[in-house]
């Protein structure tokens, strides 16, 4: 089968492209349609994959924005499926879905709508924590982006998603007709590779991402404060950035905590790895919002795969993954004492090394890119190739 997979950003790199656009070129023939921010080849092969990019830099920046009516995206989504023979096309995120939906009405080639996350859900949290810019009102609003999903969701062939949250708010609003697969943000196995080291007796936390006021970063800064006046071995890595580093760092400071946080800015893979590995328990304390309550971020299973003790926020898809796995701690979303409260719970080594160990047994057993590879593998086995003769 020929599949095109289209994403709204700049490829390379994003991780959960890499992961399903490698995996389905294990048994089919795959090509990315996705934007040029700046001098990027139009055309290049990487790897299995063959890559289209629209835009470029100057006054081409204008072509390369990713409108679902844009005449370029229309364009080369047509070009690449007629030059292709493209069988199935597979979309990224909401923005670009109707794009998908149009070039489905002119070749007849069947779309699934890959929804990593709850797209206006999000732009809401922007919204909130930000504060909208102009354009906002029309380019992204969420309430006009809230419609837009409405109007997909019965339209797509299926629809894939990260959780078990997420898929019960689909399929509330596709109907009986669409397809909804959970296929996770998982880990490739390689990550089992490296062992786990051993617990050095202290509460060493990290967090990794981005840093914005969803992600809830300030309140595990509180929370520190509160450990180490209360004679508690706490300290703080953070791996990331974000538009609220700055306002972190000051936080860090004013809580004089520059001692016992260190800050590691963008780092790659191998390296976010080790960090992970040198500490003794993973945090993700999300805000809970409609965005982060259907959400998981690969985060939560890194933690895992190292055997750390993860703490999370209340938010539902993430207490769903660490109370079925029994590998940490719940607390309540902005409220530095109820993380502290599970900052005591964890003092005893062998009550981390317990719940890490649960962790690591679950991404071993279940909670693996290898399990969410067959699940995908699966869905596109369900849709007819060869269908170059029935198209304009």
């Avoid at 844009?70 to 794009?99: E, M, T």
């Avoid at 709508?113 to 609003?141: K, Q, V």
């Avoid at 060493?204 to 509180?222: E, K, N, Q, S």
Wanted: aromatic share 6%.
């Amino acid at each position: 089968m020929r599949i095109l997979y289209i994403f709204q950003d700049e490829y390379p790199w994003d991780v959960r492209v890499e992961k399903i656009t490698t995996s389905l070129g294990s048994a089919h023939v795959v090509h990315l349609l996705c934007r040029n921010r700046g001098s990027l080849p139009a055309e290049e092969q990487l790897g299995q994959m063959s890559v289209h990019r629209v835009g470029g830099s100057g006054l081409a920046a204008i072509s390369g924005f990713p409108a679902f009516f844009s005449p370029w995206w229309i364009s080369a989504g047509l070009s690449v499926i007629r030059r292709q023979g493209i069988d199935l096309l597979i979309v990224r995120d909401l923005p670009l879905c109707p794009l998908a939906l149009v070039l489905k009405k002119l070749t007849g080639v069947p779309v699934i709508f890959d929804m990593a996350e709850d797209y206006p859900a999000m732009i809401e949290d922007t919204w909130r924590y930000r504060g909208p810019a102009l354009a906002d009102y029309l380019i992204r609003n969420p309430r006009l982006l809230r419609t837009m999903e409405n109007l997909v969701l019965p339209r797509v062939d299926e629809t894939w998603v990260v959780s078990a949250a997420s898929r019960d708010r689909v399929m509330a609003k596709s109907g009986p007709g669409p397809r909804v697969r959970v296929i996770g943000n998982t880990p490739t196995i390689d990550i089992l590779d490296m062992k786990p080291q051993p617990d050095q007796g202290s509460l060493a936390l990290v967090y990794t991402g981005f840093i914005d006021a969803t992600r809830g970063l300030d309140t595990v800064v509180r929370a520190l404060s509160l450990a180490r006046r209360e004679g508690l071995p706490a300290t703080l890595d953070v791996v990331g950035t974000g538009a609220a580093l700055e306002d972190i760092e000051k936080l860090v400071a004013e809580l004089d905590l520059d001692e016992f946080v260190t800050f590691h800015g963008w780092c790659t893979q191998a390296q976010l790895r080790s960090v992970i590995a040198a500490c003794s328990i993973g945090v993700v304390p999300h805000r809970v919002t409609a965005h982060t309550s259907t959400t998981l971020p690969n985060k939560i299973f890194d933690y895992m795969a190292l055997a750390k003790p993860v703490i999370v926020s209340n938010a539902r898809a993430l207490e769903d993954v660490v109370t079925e796995a029994g590998c940490g701690l719940v607390f309540q979303d902005g409220d530095p004492e109820s993380l502290l409260s599970c900052l005591r719970q964890l003092q005893a080594r062998e009550t981390r090394e317990g719940m890490g160990a649960s962790g690591r047994r679950h991404v071993q057993e279940q909670l693996n890119w290898s399990r969410d590879e067959a699940v995908l593998l699966d869905a596109v086995r369900g849709f007819p190739a060869s269908r170059s003769e029935a198209r304009v």
